[in-house]
């Protein structure tokens, strides 16, 4: 169609970049949280340029095909579809990454995850990390970027998360192991310095789903109080980490409080909590104990005396990474 005008025929001519974009900004006011944006990068997607030549060439000619697709997409935007799933990429922590309605679109607050299981890797040191759940390799391929001498293991329970995240790995060119498996069943006896998990965390009847259902629910729902996969993660993960190995926990703005408690009453040692870039409690960081901080303060500091593995533990509040977006909605 012409873009331009409410009907028309099919020609060569009809379709401008600038009019296409006048035409999805049209369609996707009230739809989509930010019509422009939405609108360029689609039509950018669609006619595989940058978006900053939708921006500068307005008057370029897109051929009828090209326009129909984008006619296609906006719609499917305009009905709730995600943006990420549109254009098949959603960039988390500078890595292009490819996703599919398989796995959950990586979110800005994960990144602070990626900030603080870094913050506790040494630089040049090698070191074991295990993300656990690792949906479309988000965590794990920008551990392993940063810290190339890391040994990184991901698992995930299901098999179409790990071909995404898998090619993500080959396309990025990142050497991750990645492993089926529901939470540590397929890694008996394998040891880790620092395990890092965004589990399911949302409860089963939270009103958040309804802006969710694109997305996979393996991957969102954590039971009735929104806990089953922290708690299957606290009691597995003790099994799982090296003397003074870590374990970071990503959970929802909500949750903070009976996580805590939770984690205490099954032997861990609160080593920080840090808040999002929204203000959300959102990462806890986690030492084994054997009961209650004070023994684990004995037990690290033994563990220092001999060889540690982890040796620059930082604490800190906050993450000082000028990322994200300012809302989360869980
Ligand atoms: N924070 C996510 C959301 O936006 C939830 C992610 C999760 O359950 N791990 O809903």
Redesign the pocket.
């Not at 965004?198 to 949302?202: L, T």
């Given at each position: 169609m012409v873009h331009g005008k409410p009907t028309g025929p099919i020609t060569q001519t009809g379709d401008t970049v600038g009019g296409l974009v006048a035409w999805a900004v049209r369609e996707l006011t009230g739809a989509s949280p930010s019509p422009l944006l939405d609108a360029e990068l689609l039509i950018a997607f669609v006619t595989g340029q940058p978006r900053s030549s939708v921006l500068a060439f307005p008057e370029r000619p897109v051929r009828t095909a090209l326009g129909d697709e984008v006619e296609r997409l906006v719609q499917r935007r305009a009905r709730g579809e995600p943006l990420a799933y549109l254009v098949r990429g959603q960039e988390f922590y500078s890595l292009a990454l490819r996703v599919t309605p398989a796995v959950?679109i990586p979110?800005p607050?994960t990144e602070l995850l990626v900030d603080e299981t870094l913050a506790h890797l040494p630089r040049g040191e090698a070191c074991a990390v295990l993300d656990l759940g690792t949906g479309s390799g988000a965590i794990a391929l920008a551990v392993k970027r940063a810290r190339p001498e890391a040994s990184v293991t991901a698992t995930d329970v299901s098999p179409a998360a790990l071909t995404v995240a898998r090619a993500n790995a080959e396309r990025l060119r990142l050497a991750v192991r990645f492993v089926e498996s529901s939470w540590f069943a397929a890694l008996a006896g394998e040891r880790f310095d620092v395990i890092v998990c965004?589990?399911?965390?949302?409860a089963s009847d939270d009103h958040?789903f309804a802006a969710?259902a694109y997305e996979p629910r393996l991957?969102?729902d954590?039971g009735a109080d929104g806990l089953d996969s922290l708690r299957a993660v606290l009691a597995g993960a003790r099994d799982h980490l090296n003397d003074g190995g870590l374990l970071l926990l990503?959970h929802g703005h909500d949750q903070r409080a009976a996580l805590v408690a939770l984690a205490e009453s099954l032997g861990w040692a609160l080593v920080a909590v840090h808040t999002d870039l929204a203000g959300h409690a959102r990462v806890l960081v986690l030492e084994r104990g054997r009961g209650g901080a004070r023994a684990a303060r004995d037990e690290r500091d033994r563990d220092r005396a001999t060889a540690p593995r982890v040796t620059s533990i930082q604490k800190h509040s906050k993450s000082s990474a000028p990322r994200g977006r300012q809302k989360?909605?869980?």
């Open positions: 959950l979110r607050e965004n589990p399911p965390y949302v958040a969710l991957a969102l954590g990503e989360s909605p869980q």
